[in-house]
């Protein structure tokens, strides 16, 4: 890897001097466990003190370090509190507009389809303006993995009312609580997509406690494996919090998420299609579809004819 | 070379050329009256190693555009008038992170959801403002099917060069006729320049590449911005495209593009042979308008007539150029009507009668321009 040259990024984020390796002086009997991913720039970022998004930033420069694939991985990031993380992850970055990571994450995809492409979105972007996008990136069976926060409320813009806001929950614009006569119901995300025959990998975590941390990091691991082996659509949904716009401390917030959002949100595997025995998703979608002959293999082979 | 000319639709020849110009990634959603670009390439692209895509919707294909230009390849969408709108705002976001694409706009009549026959009344949106903030896009506007052909290779070059969105107005009218055209010579994909700014991984090699219009610090998104006008400026002075017709000695000068421009090509040969000195400049980029072609018109030139097929909105450009040096009219048809040449010469003929003009030497008809 050659040496990365921050001072051009500087005028945009603080760069940190040095590899914390460097600076910390260690005592008798400390030993380093853990050093920054090398996919993770060494850069303050923008995220409010008792932010998750900095645990998922980190989970997933881990993971590009593990596999070792940050030379060939395209990020994309959203709109929203994470837009910014194109200026933290160190493989090559792309910026799309609110909603459109799936759409840009394809457009990177065909024309690089043996690289590693992620979207990473927040629920205002993935669930609300970029619904179309995400289900039908979904359901084409894109080779992308998404990671999606969500936290419940719009962060960026001040604590607005979000597509997976609790029935009741106080936001900016709820502010007598969500009325589901009104304002309707929260989106589950993970259920939804896991009708969709394009998805291989669907599942919800959180990272609320170091075991809860490390599931994740399996799951985002196994998320990207997913999609370059080539099975399909993955998407790791992280139940998530926000101190800031919820008003309360990061501890307190992992408690009313897991008192609220968890029963709302269960954790768990949506969909696996290698564990329910396919190779691939369009092994599993003809399974799915097998009284229907036309969907069977290999009529539906784009332009074999 | 044995020229192979073929009988194309306009629809297909800028297909065609767009695979022959390098294009091997087209995203799309069904609009009348582009149907057989998005047709042709659903049959062509797979056979070509490339991508045919139809996206969920116009807002998608355009960010799918967005995803494939930013990683380095010769990327394309088209569409009609209202799904035109809709991609507003993924053009502004690739104009905003300096990326090269194509975008036809094969135009109906508007607003709303018009009507499906020719119109040109997207000359402001594409000229303009097709999305928010400040920027330009190049315009081109063929007005036969071999020059729809040519230009989506001008239009992917200067895209490149520039590192810019390029658009290819054409109409209804024009996407759907029959003309015999031969096409360029193929390029390979692989023989392109390469794309240094590309997001398609940096393999360990470089820091990571960045594609984005976001600029939080108010000092740099200025300084980013005057970087972009000043290559516009570039662009204004060397991609002007117009054509001229019998222009020289022009008292009447005629301004129409794409399909009005064959119909004002019609009426001034008729005007002439009624001894009326009338001319044509006929803009094949837009956006730089070609002020400068359009100077060589003032010194014969007693008035100007913008020919449309909306409301006036080209006219304004001609009103720019013209400064007040002469008159400057406006005759169009909307909702869907094309002009006829009659029609035409009735503007032309007033025009005429109203500053006493007329009486023409009779070499006239040979002295056809380039």
């Known amino acids: 890897m050659i040496e990365k040259d921050l001072t051009a990024r500087a005028e945009n984020v603080p760069v940190i001097p040095a590899r914390s390796e460097e600076i910390i002086e260690l005592a008798e009997g400390e030993k380093i ?8 720039l060494p850069v303050v970022t923008n995220y409010c003190p008792g932010c998750p998004h900095g645990i ?14 940050e030379g060939k991985t395209i990020g994309v990031a959203p709109v929203g509190c994470s837009v910014m993380s194109y200026d ?16 840009v994450a394809t457009g990177i995809k065909r024309v690089h389809p043996d690289k590693v492409v992620f979207a990473y979105q927040g629920d205002g972007d993935l669930a609300s303006i970029g619904m179309a996008e995400t289900v039908h990136a979904a359901t084409r069976g894109e080779k992308i993995t998404i990671i999606f926060i969500n936290n419940a409320i719009y962060g960026m813009t001040g604590g607005q ?15 007598y609580g969500r009325d589901v006569h009104t304002a309707g119901f929260p989106v589950r995300i993970c259920e939804l997509l896991s009708t969709l025959d394009g998805v291989a990998y669907a599942e919800r975590v959180c990272v609320d406690s170091p075991k809860s941390i490390r599931n994740a990091k399996r799951a985002l691991k196994k998320a990207f494996e997913c999609q370059i082996e080539g099975i399909g659509y993955s998407i790791i949904e992280v139940v998530s919090t926000c101190p800031t716009n919820w008003g309360m401390t990061p501890q307190k917030a992992f408690e009313w998420m897991r008192e609220n959002m968890l029963p709302y949100y269960p954790l768990g595997v949506y969909r696996d299609v290698k564990a329910d025995g396919f190779q691939d998703i369009y092994g599993a979608a003809a399974k799915r579809a097998e009284g229907c002959p036309i969907a069977q293999p290999p009529a539906a082979n784009e332009g074999s004819k | 070379m044995a020229t192979n000319k073929v009988l194309m639709k306009g629809n297909e020849a800028l297909a065609e050329a767009a695979l022959r110009a ?7 959603y069904p609009i009348t009256p582009q149907t057989e670009l998005a047709a042709y390439m659903s ?34 969408t088209s569409s009609s008038s209202p799904g035109i709108s809709l991609k507003g705002e993924g053009v502004s976001y690739i ?6 694409c194509v ?77 015999p055209v031969v096409m360029p010579e193929p390029i390979d994909p692989a023989t392109l320049p390469e794309k240094p700014w590309a997001t398609c991984g940096h393999g360990g090699e470089r820091f990571h590449n960045v594609a984005n219009s976001l600029y939080l610090v108010a000092s740099k998104l200025e300084e980013k911005n005057v970087e972009r006008f000043k290559r516009y400026e570039i662009i204004k002075a060397t991609e002007q495209r117009a054509e001229t017709f019998l222009c020289e000695d022009a008292e009447i000068v005629l301004v129409a593009f794409g399909a009005s421009a064959r119909i004002a090509h019609s009426a001034v040969v008729t005007a002439r042979e009624k001894g009326i000195r009338a001319g044509l400049v006929r803009p094949i980029t837009l956006w730089p308008f070609p002020v400068d072609t359009l100077a060589t018109t003032f010194d014969t030139a007693r008035a100007y007539l913008s020919v449309e097929m909306n409301m006036g909105q080209m006219v304004d450009d001609v009103r720019l150029a013209v400064n007040g040096r002469a008159p400057v009219e406006f005759f169009g048809r909307t909702g869907g009507i094309i002009p006829t040449p009659a029609e035409v010469l009735a503007q032309i003929e007033r025009i005429a009668a109203e500053k006493g003009l007329g009486g023409c030497c009779c070499t006239c008809k040979n002295s056809d321009e380039a």
């Open chain 1, 33 to 40: 466990v853990k050093t920054r991913p090398h996919a993770l």
């Open chain 1, 56 to 69: 998922m930033n980190r989970l997933v420069a881990e993971v590009l370090d593990e596999l070792d694939i």
């Open chain 1, 88 to 103: 933290f992850f160190g493989c090559d970055m792309v910026e799309a507009a609110h909603g459109r990571s799936p759409a």
């Open chain 1, 161 to 175: 009312m979000a597509p997976t806001s609790l029935p009741n929950q106080v936001t900016q614009t709820s502010p």
């Open chain 2, 22 to 28: 390098g294009c091997r990634f087209f995203f799309g």
């Open chain 2, 43 to 76: 049959k062509r692209l797979p056979k070509e190693g490339g991508t045919y895509l139809q996206a969920e919707s116009e807002v998608a294909a355009i960010n799918m555009v967005y995803g494939a230009a930013a990683a380095g390849a010769r990327a394309m």
């Open chain 2, 95 to 100: 104009a905003g992170a300096d990326l090269p």
């Open chain 2, 103 to 179: 975008i036809i706009n094969v135009q109906r009549g508007g607003p709303g959801l018009g009507s499906i026959q020719p119109s040109q009344s997207d000359y402001w949106q594409a000229t303009r403002a097709l999305g928010h903030g400040d920027f330009f896009m190049p315009v081109f506007a063929p007005s036969t099917v071999q020059e729809m052909a040519n230009c989506v290779y001008d239009a992917f070059n200067v895209a490149d060069k520039y590192r810019t969105p390029v658009m290819i107005l054409a109409d209804g009218m024009l996407g759907q006729m029959m003309e």
